[in-house]
């Protein structure tokens, strides 16, 4: 049984910057891969980032060269820096794994002010 648990979001004006966290119950230095994904009001969860094990990490189109994800093993601790925020990047944002089965995290939620 895995717990993750968000935190970081708020209200933002559009331009400002946005650091959240995931917090996991177990260690994730096991753990390959780990994920963020948001969900806009009516519109499907979409994947945003992804960091290995190893430390590699993926984008979505939207957000390459604005936001940038991390972990910290030692921590058990994901990040996801969010620089250069839009409007369109409100959402509720999520932390996801797969460790044996998926695991998701309750959101935080993320405005961003126009």
């Known amino acids: 049984q895995v717990q993750l648990v968000e935190s970081g979001g708020g209200l933002v004006q559009a331009g400002g910057s946005l650091r959240l966290s995931c917090a996991a119950s177990?260690?994730?230095?096991?753990?390959?891969?780990m994920y963020w994904y948001r969900q806009a009001p009516g519109k499907q969860r979409e994947l945003v980032a992804a960091?290995?094990?190893?430390?590699?990490?993926n984008y979505a189109d939207a957000v390459k060269g604005r936001f940038t994800i991390s972990r910290d093993n030692a921590k058990n601790t994901v990040y996801l820096q969010m620089n250069s925020l839009k409007p369109e990047d409100t959402a509720v944002y999520y932390c996801?794994?797969?460790?044996?089965?998926?695991?998701w995290g309750k959101g935080t939620q993320v405005t961003v002010s126009s």
């Open positions: 177990i260690s994730i230095f096991s753990i390959d891969d």
């Open positions: 960091v290995t094990r190893g430390g590699s990490t």
């Open positions: 996801n794994t797969n460790y044996f089965r998926p695991y």
